[in-house]
């Protein structure tokens, strides 16, 4: 794969969309790389993606798992979201990615390149897919259109949905095709051309899609065509992700996530106790794979913390405590090797730096185990059939394990032992046969995919507004005298201040304590 070459090109663009709060349109790119190959388009797209969808500074990852209570993250704070939040995601994701990507489905639909072309047309279909998932109503069909439409409306949410079921359709069709003309080969960074793969994605989107509509309409044909080939769907081997290396420096091409926490002296996140204290309280074997304690077992522990378990030290979501702004980059509990390619948590602690992990585990984005749970609620909650979701959910426990040991084996790390798998996945289905109704099995289901999906963090914020599951606190709500939340918990991600003023067909800024994207009933 050539990523030392694409994460040069990616930082190239990306300086173009998160250096200031500059005008935007989503149908003009300042890069305008109107000349450029389709094979190099398409790797730019690709990085594109994984930095603004990821799980990093400009990635909608971080800032959604903080919401979501996994971490503690001083750009999101207590729920104070503005029009000023999320310019980068925004710009970096219309400019640096869509913008590439449809480049590259017009040279290639030019060029019969059909291969090409259905990758851009289900890459499209996923990146919108999250942006109306976090924004609702967007610029779509007048964007990325050139100067034709200078103020393109922002397009009904649900609308958007209905049409990137066809694109994705399309692009299923495009991959069928017989194609010599442009192989992906090797710059198709995320299954290395392999026409079978992409189209088991595609297909797997528009389950993953079906489910997160379930509430607004019956989906039951659709789903139960796409569950009657599984072969059809993505499998253990076919995770869509994209793979960083190891290489520091310029270009630098470590996991964005990896250097934010470790290479950035001042660190960007807390590890929220919520989530820690949720695995601790079921004997997770993962715990040291999710998060890194730079405290050693053996060192006395400092005084003086807004939080602390032992070797665990945080700081409380939205705390007003007298040692809530007590420094403790040397100190504090650190995303770990599972989510961002940090260190393994061995109890030697140490003072972590860019030199002391790798740095190289990929952004995921849509994995087999996430397939399974998906499954799993679809088969409880439209199909009405407990066992079949059973199944489902224990196929997709023993998958988030695989994902875990798959990361520890590459890193050099121990495993976690088949012994402790088996115990743990025998207490969580323990646990779905004693809830008592498909709500409380839901329960179980979606706080298991909770925990099993660290570092894809708008998965969680989908499942959550879907759902209700789980019942994560928010400071407003959690009794604690010493946390306090600024406004409530967001519904939907304001747009950016600059798109609204700039563009006259743009709507009003929404509300992000009441208003919701179409599929949250």
Known sequence: ??????????????????????????????????????????????AAMAFYLGHATNGLSQPSSAIMQQLVNGRI????????????????????????NELVLTKALAANAWGYAGIAQIQ?????????????DLPYSQALQGTK?????????????????????????????????????????????????????????????????????????????????????????????????????????????????YVFANRENSINPYFYLLMKGTNDPRIPYYFFNQVANSATPPANLDFIDGRFISVRFGSTGQFAGVATQTTRT????????????????????????????PQRFITFFMRKYIEAELQLMVLNNPAA??????????????????????????VISPTAITTYINAALARYDAGAGNEAKLNIIMTEKYVASFGTGVEMYNDHRRTGYPNVPNAATDNDP??????????????????LTSNPNAPAQINPATDKVFWDR
């Open 1 to 46: 794969m050539k990523i030392t070459k694409i994460s040069a090109l990616l930082f190239v663009l990306a300086g173009t969309s998160s250096c200031g709060d500059k005008f935007f349109d989503v149908n003009k790119n300042p890069v305008a790389p109107s000349d450029a190959q389709v094979n190099l388009l398409l790797p730019a797209s690709q």
């Open 77 to 100: 704070g207590t729920f104070g979201l503005d029009g000023t939040t999320f310019n980068n995601h925004w710009q970096g994701l219309y400019i640096d990615m869509l913008e590439n």
């Open 124 to 136: 499209k279909a996923y990146v919108f897919s999250q942006m109306v998932d976090v924004w609702g």
């Open 149 to 261: 439409f200078e103020a393109p409306k922002f397009d009904d949410d649900e609308a958007i949905y209905t049409d990137l079921f066809r694109l994705i359709d399309d692009g299923i069709a495009n991959m069928k095709k017989t194609d010599d003309a442009l192989p992906a080969g090797v710059d198709d960074l995320m299954y290395g051309g392999s026409k079978t793969k992409w189209i088991r994605l595609a297909n797997t989107l528009k389950l993953k899609l079906y489910n997160q509509i379930r509430l607004t309409r019956n989906v039951t044909p659709e789903i139960t065509a796409l569950l009657a080939t599984p072969a059809d769907l993505i499998g253990a081997a076919d995770d869509f992700e994209f793979r960083y290396g190891t290489a520091a420096g310029s270009p630098e091409n470590r996991n964005p996530g990896f250097q934010v926490d």
């Open 334 to 361: 650190l995303q770990g090797l599972y989510p961002v390619g940090g260190r393994y948590d061995d109890g030697a602690g140490g003072t972590a730096s860019g030199a002391s992990a790798k740095g190289n585990v």
């Open 389 to 414: 979701a059973r199944t489902a959910f224990n196929d997709a426990l023993i998958a988030s394990f695989a994902k875990v040991n798959a990361i520890a084996t590459n890193d050099g790390s121990p």
């Open 482 to 499: 010493l946390t306090q939340a600024t406004g409530a918990f967001p519904l939907r991600f304001p747009y950016r201040l600059n798109d």
